[in-house]
């Protein structure tokens, strides 16, 4: 079986190693001439680390992100709301990582190439559609040096090109722009003193308005006694709600966003100092696309931001692309056919991570933030003056159902590993 990737970010990428790992024969091709360390941090959930881990990347990743200790919630005056442990201090068998998304890309490219070979991933290379003849897909590719057109043949092609994805606007023509919510988001990264436990997660007040998340990403800097801190902005804009125009590496302005966080000055944290202590700063709309029932059709799949586009909350982009990886290249490896092991893999996943996007459009957890905001609007002495026990449940219930298994399930899951010739020793 030969297999053909579209897209080199996290999922594809993780996608080549799982296969690989089965023994499959795989090539990834990437529009990018040339892939580069960008974008700023994210979050992998136990779940994820489990399936990287047993890609042989553990050690890797202790070694450049950050085991989040504590997720904990404070409204906009700093005051503490909620707070819960995660990763390993969860019961977890696995950590939760924050982690810059550049490096954790370049640490899978860079595995992708060692095991596979240099050829593994071709850069430079644009997907123009494909073709299905019997048992074979036909992928029409262009190299953007020279202009030439070629093309691929494999058993399978997978579509993980991300959220603007070719693969999947050959699969729905009519499906239109991503879907904008109303917020705008400002992102960043700004090496600080480390705050609270050094490995916290904070979130502070509502995207009813305003609401800033911060957490740090970096074992290096914490080795150095400092923090390289990783920064969400969230602005509710007033106004219709267009179809947001999504490029991640959009540079965004520093007087756009601090007005709207010029006095959250906490004890334990300088917002204004955190902002403008960025380098860069990238602007980008909160965007998804509506779930669709399908994502296989013949030999062609899609996955990650491909197949199920959410929003960045919860920690559940990457986490989704690399067990939907770890999923396919079970699938196909165990399948009598390659057309019985994608429809297996859509089975298993479709479903959950659908699910997954519908959730991140109302966490409950949001409403709870909001519901802080409007009967404790100047702040408060002690949360419970302001919200009852249950609906501080609610939040911990939240991301149970849109971002954690089941400590025990996960735990005792049987593998997706299955050895291949292709294995590394």
């Known amino acids: 079986m030969r297999v053909l990737v579209v897209g080199a970010g996290i999922g594809g990428l993780t996608t080549a190693l799982s296969l690989h790992q089965a023994g499959i024969e795989t090539l990834v091709v990437d529009a990018a001439v040339r892939l580069r360390p960008l974008g700023v941090g994210i979050n992998l959930l136990p779940h994820a680390v489990r399936e990287l881990t047993e890609l042989g990347l553990g050690g890797a990743l202790a070694e450049l992100g950050i085991p989040t200790a504590e997720m904990v919630h404070f409204d906009r005056y700093g005051g503490r709301i909620w707070g819960d442990p995660r990763g390993q201090a969860l019961g977890y068998g696995w950590p939760q990582y924050s982690i810059h998304r550049g490096e954790l890309q370049m640490l899978l490219l860079?595995?992708?190439?060692?095991?596979?070979?240099?050829?593994?991933?071709?850069?430079?290379?644009?997907?123009?559609?494909?073709?299905?003849?019997?048992?074979?897909?036909?992928?029409?590719?262009?190299?953007?040096?020279?202009?030439?057109?070629?093309?691929?043949?494999?058993?399978?092609?997978?579509?993980?090109?991300?959220l603007h994805s070719a693969v999947r606007a050959r699969l729905y023509p009519d499906e239109g722009a991503p879907l904008w919510n109303g917020i705008r988001m400002w992102r960043g990264l700004t090496e600080a003193e480390p705050f609270l436990t050094g490995r916290t997660l904070a979130v502070a007040g509502s995207n009813a308005a305003a609401k800033m998340v911060v957490y740090p990403i970096s074992m290096r800097a914490e080795r150095r006694g400092r923090a390289l801190l990783n920064w969400v902005a969230e602005v509710r804009v007033p106004g219709d709600l267009r179809s947001g125009a999504a490029d991640w590496n959009r540079a965004g302005r520093l007087e756009d966003v601090l007005p709207h966080f010029a006095d959250w000055r906490f004890g334990w944290l300088d917002v204004p100092s955190l902002l403008a202590g960025a380098e860069q700063i990238l602007e980008y709309p909160m965007v998804d696309r509506e779930p669709v029932d399908r994502w296989t059709f013949g030999r062609v799949t899609l996955l990650g931001d491909a197949a199920h586009p959410m929003y960045p909350i919860?920690?559940?982009?990457?986490?989704?692309?690399?067990?939907?990886?770890?999923?396919?290249?079970?699938?196909?490896?165990?399948?009598?056919?390659?057309?019985?092991?994608?429809?297996?893999?859509?089975?298993?996943?479709?479903?959950?991570?659908?699910?997954?996007?519908?959730?991140?459009?109302?966490?409950?957890?949001?409403?709870?933030?909001?519901?802080?905001?409007?009967?404790?609007?100047?702040?408060?002495?002690?949360?419970?003056?302001?919200?009852?026990?249950?609906?501080?449940?609610?939040?911990?219930?939240?991301?149970?159902?849109?971002?954690?298994?089941?400590?025990?399930?996960?735990?005792?899951?049987?593998?997706?590993?299955?050895?291949?010739?292709a294995s590394p020793a």
């Open 314 to 421: 919860g920690s559940n982009g990457g986490s989704q692309a690399v067990l939907d990886a770890r999923a396919l290249a079970f699938r196909l490896a165990t399948a009598a056919t390659p057309e019985e092991g994608l429809l297996g893999y859509e089975e298993e996943r479709r479903d959950a991570a659908n699910a997954v996007v519908l959730a991140c459009r109302d966490m409950p957890a949001e409403r709870v933030l909001r519901l802080v905001a409007e009967r404790a609007p100047h702040g408060f002495a002690a949360i419970e003056d302001v919200l009852t026990p249950e609906e501080l449940t609610a939040i911990s219930s939240a991301y149970v159902r849109t971002s954690f298994s089941d400590v025990e399930s996960l735990n005792t899951r049987p593998s997706y590993t299955v050895t291949g010739e």
């Open 110 to 162: 860079d595995t992708v190439r060692e095991r596979l070979g240099e050829g593994a991933v071709r850069t430079g290379t644009l997907f123009e559609g494909f073709g299905q003849d019997g048992g074979t897909v036909t992928a029409r590719l262009l190299d953007r040096a020279s202009g030439t057109a070629g093309s691929v043949s494999a058993d399978v092609l997978v579509g993980a090109d991300g």
